[in-house]
């Protein structure tokens, strides 16, 4: 019987899977330094975004 590999929870806990199967990802630089940040590069940030195809084919596997 073959052993399934276990999921990556650095990555289970950054990504998420949409039904078409893209995956899902939040901006870095949100956590602190904002009072330097102009109000459209916040709304940016705070935005999901979707992950590109080449990216998406590299975590995919983990």
Not at 2 to 27: D, E, M, N, P, V
């Amino acid at each position: 019987m073959a052993k399934s590999g276990k999921t990556r929870k650095s990555a289970s806990k950054r990504f998420k899977k949409t039904g078409t199967g893209k995956l899902i990802f939040h901006s870095p630089g949100t956590r602190h330094l904002m009072s330097c940040k102009s109000r459209k590069q916040k709304r940016r940030l705070a935005k999901a975004k979707v992950m590109t195809a080449g990216d998406a084919a590299r975590y995919k596997s983990i």
